[in-house]
């Protein structure tokens, strides 16, 4: 079995503060994670994945993410945020099943960038 | 690289109809595709796993005979929705396995049933 949770389905931020999204996993093996980006009505964009290699993920945009396994998170952080960066944000664990990668999503965080 | 495509991108159609939802890989093979649904404000529900020329795989509680997939080709799978009702309006987004185990997401459609 696999979930994520992620904390806060609503965070703001004012334009140029650092953003963080909290995300914690529960894996039964070791997890594949990722974050994507939703703009309003349209699909998801991978901002970046984690297939155990290096803890600390760059993506694009300026993310990037650290895989604690001792604190089970995968919390998404970017220095400064712009404007351009209000979205929903989902994170997402997958596991091998029956040859592909099952996904299963957060439920999601609305980020709000203020001016 | 890696562009899934979803034809329509918005659909509206009148309750009782069935509506098509084409999801295709533009250049990459895709053995397996997924379909999911999204409520407004919600997350991703995984709704079933297609799988090149056999039968869709579908999760708990969702209804093979009113969500028909067909996998066709490695590059097409196609979701029906039979006898559409206000309760299916929902977005709907396919996504398609590289068979690297890495997914790529269209950009989802819209349908409303009115």
């Known amino acids: 079995a696999q979930s994520v949770t992620q904390l806060g389905s609503h965070v703001s931020v004012s334009e140029g503060a650092l953003v963080l999204l909290r995300c914690n996993y529960s894996s039964s093996v070791p997890p594949y994670l990722f974050w994507y980006v939703q703009y309003p009505n349209q699909g998801l964009q991978l901002l970046l994945k984690?297939?155990?290699?290096?803890?600390l993920v760059k993506g694009i945009n300026g993310f990037e993410a650290e895989f604690k396994k001792s604190e089970t998170s995968f919390h998404l952080t970017k220095p400064s945020a712009h404007m351009s960066d209000a979205a929903e944000y989902f994170c997402a664990v997958s596991r091998n099943s029956g040859g592909y990668q099952k996904v299963t999503f957060g439920t999601g965080t609305k980020l709000q960038v203020i001016p | 690289g890696a562009v899934v495509s979803q034809h329509p991108s918005r659909v509206i159609c009148k309750s009782g109809t069935s509506v098509k939802i084409e999801c295709r890989s533009l250049d990459f093979q895709a053995t397996t595709m997924f379909w999911y649904r999204q409520f407004p404000k919600q997350s991703l529900m995984l709704m079933a796993t297609s799988n090149e020329g056999s039968k869709a795989t579908y999760e708990q509680g969702v209804e093979k005979d009113k969500f028909l997939i067909n996998h066709a080709s490695l590059t097409l799978s196609t979701l029906t929705v039979t006898s559409a009702h206000p309760e299916d309006s929902s977005f709907y987004i396919c996504s398609a396995d590289n068979g690297r185990g890495e997914q790529f997401f269209g950009p989802g459609t819209r349908l409303t049933v009115l």
């Open positions: 984690y297939t155990s290699a290096a803890t």
